[in-house]
């Protein structure tokens, strides 16, 4: 069996991040799915802090996996962007360090609705064993933002595209609310920027 980002090195987690991660995750899941441990095959897709450094996808495929990792470079999901299918499957594999995956949605922690209106908000719960995951299937079309609950903070922020929403009127793609961080505003915006141009949209 291979193991995803065996170069990068795992930061141990101390007691005091350990107890930050579980004050910030104790909302409970706003959905049925499920978490299992496996081990997972390598990915193709290369991984950028800084946008136009990621692989991006050129189409929707029926499933997407994302690792969660904490490492010499930070804490991150990759790929940052995943795009799937209409009742396509999003795989999160914990890599290393403790993370959640948390829809940005007022259902978790009163943040600001950052998914489709018709979609249903998820949250994992706390990873803290290397390989854990968590499936979500999104069957609503449209971009989804979503967060590690206790990294959101130092930018650990990804998006799914759920087959080929028009740009124009997506939460997802809206510009984040005031409310949040300066440091989170900044990655969803990058975020953004990645989506339109995945998606061929071009602002005038």
């Known amino acids: 069996m291979t193991h995803r980002l065996t170069r990068r090195r795992v930061l141990a987690v101390g007691t005091a991040t350990a107890l930050a991660a579980v004050a910030g995750c104790a909302s409970g899941s706003a959905s049925d799915d499920t978490t299992t441990t496996t081990t997972t095959a390598d990915s193709p897709t290369e991984h950028g802090h800084g946008g136009g450094h990621e692989t991006m996808p050129s189409s929707p495929s029926s499933s997407a996996e994302?690792?969660?990792?904490s490492g010499s470079d930070g804490h991150h999901f990759d790929p940052h962007v995943v795009w799937v299918e209409p009742g396509g499957t999003v795989t999160w594999v914990n890599e290393s360090g403790s993370h959640t995956s948390t829809a940005y949605h007022p259902d978790n922690s009163d943040h600001p609705r950052r998914i489709p209106a018709a979609a249903d908000a998820w949250d994992s719960g706390l990873f803290t064993a290397s390989g854990a995951t968590y499936e979500h299937t999104f069957t609503e079309p449209g971009v989804y933002d979503y967060y590690c609950a206790p990294h959101e903070g130092v930018g650990m922020i990804g998006s799914v595209v759920v087959g080929e929403p028009d740009p124009h009127d997506q939460a997802g793609l809206a510009a984040p609310d005031?409310?949040?961080?300066?440091?989170v505003r900044e990655k969803l915006m990058e975020l953004n920027g990645m989506v339109d141009e995945m998606l061929g949209h071009h602002h005038d």
């Open 178 to 183: 005031s409310s949040l961080p300066g440091h």
């Open 66 to 69: 994302v690792a969660m990792v």
